[in-house]
């Protein structure tokens, strides 16, 4: 509205002041003379500014008329659309500033006037390619997709703009949550522009998403080709792929597949912990035990998990507890200092009733870094060496108030995961899951269970670090947690009864 209004003023302004220069120069009484060979004009003012108008119009005229004529001869010499194109020519020229302006307009982010322009280039200029792809990314950014949608068809039709279309719907697709679609969208990119690196990723994440992991080692491999990964980013991703085709062949019953998938993965990549559990199940079960502990003390080397300790126990299922604890020695050797290695040494030496050994293996971990696996662990041994219950509930309930420990977390959203996958269930990011503690919140919990040790009981000799530890309501666990249950199992009372701890 101001600008209208605006406008409606410089025209009356405009107006106003041609009018009165018109009156001053009648008013002057000024005369031009012109003089053409024996002729001679006198012109008024009024006469000379409407002589100066012809003449310029007279030139624009011969200007005209000279530029047809040139092109009609080349016309004549063999140009077909010499004329064509001089006709044209301000057609053209406006078409270009109109395209100019729209894509001026889609550049600030102004949807509205960028299809505004973008329609009128349309109308003058004859280039469907350029205007057919600025009314569709337009249109996109003005929320119109209906009219999008319709002129990335019209440049799927055309061969020098069909990507550009192709991946026009594909991000429609993918936007609308059509996936189905949108994979055969970005099958049909990849084939047109193998190398493109955003039509990769785009394939790369939809084949993950409806678990083609088989297409994905190949769009991976092919991304490597195209030297848009370093190679051993290409080798750990593969792996990660290799890994969930191992799952997905177990899942469907194929053995066979999923054991070979597995070693694989595990040839790959051979720190990565739940590849090097599942190839080590694998070769156990084809009896290769050497290749299965091989596998195992290579990732513990790197990561020590209880996966692994778990792939490592089930290589002799059938171990006496006492022949268990002699051959996880191997294991431990490979990394001893680490806090997984002294929780598994406890462990076992629970289940094979060796409760001062037990305590010796944990030394001050339960104070330096209190978790509730190591908490109920000094429950276990407390009870196994028949402490007062008050002294075992004291353990177990700080259990509940301090970390859970190391766990899957997403690296991207710190998303918490039970087990590994190769997409995070929360972010959907690939390959992002790494073993370690999740953030700690701090502070004190809602239900205040950080007094709960003063009521139900003290510890047994606490340490100085473990008194200062402040407890997570964000690890708070329940009254039933499994893991406790677990632990306290293996310290059940011996069929001599010579453990009993009930009082």
């Not at 409407?50 to 001869?73: D, E, Q, S």
């Not at 690296?411 to 039970?418: E, F, G, M, S, V």
């Not at 997409?423 to 007094?451: H, K």
Request: proline content about 5%; aromatic content about 6%; glycine content about 6%.
């Amino acid at each position: 509205m101001f600008w209208t209004l605006l406008k409606i003023l410089l025209f009356v302004a405009l107006v106003i002041g041609l009018a009165f220069g018109a009156g001053m120069l009648m008013d002057s009484g000024q005369t031009i003379g012109l003089r053409l060979a024996t002729m001679e004009f006198e012109l008024g003012p009024v006469q000379s500014a409407i002589a100066l108008l012809v003449f310029i119009f007279a030139l624009w005229l011969f200007l005209k008329l000279m530029g047809l004529l040139i092109a009609t001869v080349r016309f004549m010499n063999g140009d077909e659309t010499a004329i064509s194109r001089f006709f044209m020519r301000n057609r053209e020229r406006r078409g270009i500033e109109a395209m100019t302006d729209g894509l001026l307009a889609l550049a600030e982010g102004d949807g509205k006037k960028a299809v505004a322009k973008a329609e009128k280039a349309e109308k003058l200029l004859n280039k469907p390619v350029l205007t057919n792809l600025l009314i569709a990314q337009a249109s996109e950014l003005k929320g119109n997709t209906a009219q999008a949608k319709d002129y990335y068809k019209r440049l799927v039709t055309d061969d020098r703009s069909r990507f550009a279309g192709v991946r026009g719907l594909l991000r429609q697709k993918i936007a609308e949550g059509d996936t189905e679609t949108a994979l055969k969208l970005a099958h049909k990119a990849f084939a047109l522009r193998p190398a493109h690196v955003e039509t990769q990723d785009a394939l790369l994440k939809l084949q993950n998403q409806t678990g083609d992991w088989y297409g994905a080692r190949k769009t991976l491999e092919q991304k490597s080709r195209s030297g848009a990964l370093p190679r051993d980013v290409y080798k750990r991703r593969d792996a990660v792929l290799a890994l969930q085709q191992a799952q997905s062949h177990d899942d469907a019953g194929n053995e066979i597949r999923a054991r070979e998938a597995a070693i694989e993965a595990n040839r790959l990549s051979p720190d990565l912990v739940p590849a090097a559990a599942m190839a080590a199940r694998a070769y156990a079960a084809q009896n290769q035990a050497r290749a299965a502990a091989k596998t195992v003390k290579k990732a513990w080397a790197v990561q020590p998990h209880p996966d692994l300790a778990a792939a490592f126990a089930a290589i002799e299922p059938g171990e006496a507890p006492a022949a268990r604890v002699k051959r996880f020695e191997k294991l431990f050797a490979t990394n001893p200092e680490h806090d997984e290695t002294r929780l598994v040494r406890a462990e076992l030496l629970i289940a094979a009733e060796d409760f001062p050994g037990a305590r010796r293996a944990m030394g001050d971990l339960a104070g330096k870094h209190p978790t509730a696996r190591a908490l109920t662990i000094m429950a276990a041994i407390e009870r196994g060496e028949g402490s007062d219950d008050a002294v075992v509930r004291g353990w177990l309930t700080r259990a509940l108030t301090v970390s859970r420990g190391p766990q899957w977390v997403c690296t991207n959203c710190q998303h918490i995961h039970a087990d590994w996958v190769a997409l995070c269930d929360n972010c959907g990011s690939f390959d992002t899951l790494a073993w370690d503690t999740p953030p700690d919140s701090g502070g004190s919990s809602p239900t205040q269970t950080e007094m709960l040790p003063l009521i139900v009981g003290p510890l047994h000799q606490p340490e100085p670090a473990a008194a200062a530890a402040q407890p997570s309501s964000a690890a708070s666990a329940a009254p039933d947690d499994p893991i406790m249950d677990a632990e306290l199992a293996e310290v059940e009372p011996a069929s001599d009864g010579s453990q009993k701890s009930d009082k």
